[in-house]
């Protein structure tokens, strides 16, 4: 602490501890493929651990940006964290590029063309206030990174573009970096069982490439993150 990096997108939850250490009154900003707002058991797990955040007296406000994966979309987000939304402590910004046309007029839903100007707006909104960013790597493109789960469309230079606009105009007191690929190792069946219905099936380069594309990412962003 303040600035962390550590391992598979499995472990992202970690991040809701981390966010435990901080004593005054903090904006969570993460970057991330995934929304991790499932209202379902288990309570602390990858997939649910937004909602462990929101719980957090300290937490005002949770902006998830470049969601790209089903699970902002009907039917995968029935186990959303609708209360949140509806609240207005928790805002999620899925890429719209590729849904059909209904769906671009979901609330924060971003398109290519004008998801920096609707950066630019939230950046501004939250001038001078604390900041928490996390930034899991599945958020970037698989030419920009090697993940254990499905990959976003980010490029390393907009998620550069992100932290400084950020930085611009908010106080980034702490935050972290997870999601770079991890090989599975199982204690029980169970977990092996678990693990293989739960992760997509997806084709990744060999060992060596895998650590070159993800030390490259990692060689830029952490500079900007944790200057």
């Known amino acids: 602490m303040p600035f962390l990096l550590y391992g598979s997108g499995d472990f992202h939850y970690l991040s809701a501890l ?11 900003v993460s970057f991330d493929n995934h929304p991790d707002w499932d209202i379902r058991p288990p309570k602390w797990g990858c997939g649910g651990w937004i909602n462990r955040a929101l719980e957090l007296a300290n937490v ?8 790209g994966n089903f699970e902002c979309w009907w039917p995968h987000n029935i186990f959303a964290n609708r209360r949140g939304e509806r609240e207005g402590r ?12 209904k769906d671009r007029q979901r609330r924060g839903a971003i398109l290519r063309e004008n998801w920096r100007e609707k950066f630019e707006a939230f950046a501004a909104n939250i001038a001078g206030r604390e900041v928490y960013v996390t930034i899991d790597l599945d958020c970037l493109r698989p030419e920009d990174a090697v993940t254990n789960w ?5 490029t390393v230079a907009d998620l550069e573009w992100a932290l400084g606009k950020l930085r611009e105009q908010a106080r980034v007191i702490a935050g972290d970096i ?3 690929f ?7 069946w169970k977990q092996r069982f678990a693990s293989g219905w739960d992760h997509p099936k997806l084709e990744r380069p060999t060992a060596d490439e895998t650590r ?6 990692l060689e830029r962003l952490w500079p900007v993150l944790a200057h």
């Open 60 to 67: 005002q406000h949770v902006a998830i940006w470049g969601c």
């Open 18 to 28: 981390w966010l435990r250490r901080l004593s005054g009154p903090v904006i969570l």
């Open 178 to 180: 997870c999601g770079g």
């Open 182 to 188: 991890s090989e599975a190792k199982y204690a029980r």
């Open 90 to 101: 928790l805002e999620v910004h899925p890429w719209a590029d590729q849904r059909p046309m």
């Open 150 to 154: 499905e990959n976003g469309r980010f």
């Open 212 to 217: 070159k594309i993800n030390f490259a990412t």
